[in-house]
C-alpha cells in the first residue's frame, strides 16, 4: 500500500475523499491534514499529478 501528500492549498478534503471514492470505492484508505498537505495513506498506489490537478481550484494563469 501506497502513501500520497496531496497540496491542500486549492484542494479540499470533501473534493480529495471524492476522488478517493471514484478510484477506490471500497477503500480503507484514511485521509490526514498535516500543515501544508493531506496525507492520504492505505491507497492501492500514489495519486497521480493528473488525478490531483482534476480537482485543484488552482486559479488558472
Known sequence: MATCRVPNRYITRADLMTL???LWPAGQYSVDEHSNAWVVSNIPRELT????DSISKRPTQ
Request: glycine share 0%; hydrophobic share 45%.
Open 20 to 22: 478517493l471514492k471514484k
Open 49 to 52: 499529478n493528473a488525478e490531483i
